[in-house]
């Protein structure tokens, strides 16, 4: 059975950071390229930043460059995204995704969502 686990979202003041964790079980880690999604109310789900299996290569929405970094550890099954320098439209459920690509078939897995509130 596929798990992806999210943990470290809150409750964060304007310019606070949060550590985002998201850990996989049932899949090989180290085969998935991996990503941050997000979901804010009255939005559609978009993209934040994502991972490559090896974790050589890197990619961000525009507003969250210079500000947020995944980063993931295969040793560990563990992705993670750090979050600097946060605002009040950062306010979303945060998801993690892993994807791999295999004999023409996509393998897909999400988790179930970690709540990051900005607020004062």
């Known amino acids: 059975q596929v798990q992806l686990v999210e943990s470290g979202g809150g409750l964060v003041q304007p310019g606070g950071s949060l550590r985002l964790s998201c850990v996989a079980s049932?899949?090989?880690?180290?085969?998935?390229?991996m990503g941050w999604y997000r979901q804010a109310p009255g939005k559609e789900r978009e993209l934040v930043a994502a991972?490559?299996?090896?974790?050589?290569?890197?990619k961000y929405a525009d507003s969250v460059k210079g500000r947020f970094t995944i980063s993931r550890d295969n040793a560990k099954n563990t992705v993670y995204l750090q979050m600097n320098s946060l605002k009040a439209e950062d306010t979303a459920v945060y998801y993690c995704?892993?994807?791999?690509?295999?004999?023409?078939?996509?393998?897909?897995?999400w988790g179930q969502g970690t709540q990051v509130t900005v607020s004062s």
């Open positions: 995704n892993g994807v791999r690509v295999r004999s023409g078939r996509e393998y897909n897995y």
């Open positions: 049932g899949i090989i880690f180290y085969l998935y390229d």
């Open positions: 991972i490559t299996s090896a974790g050589s290569s890197t």
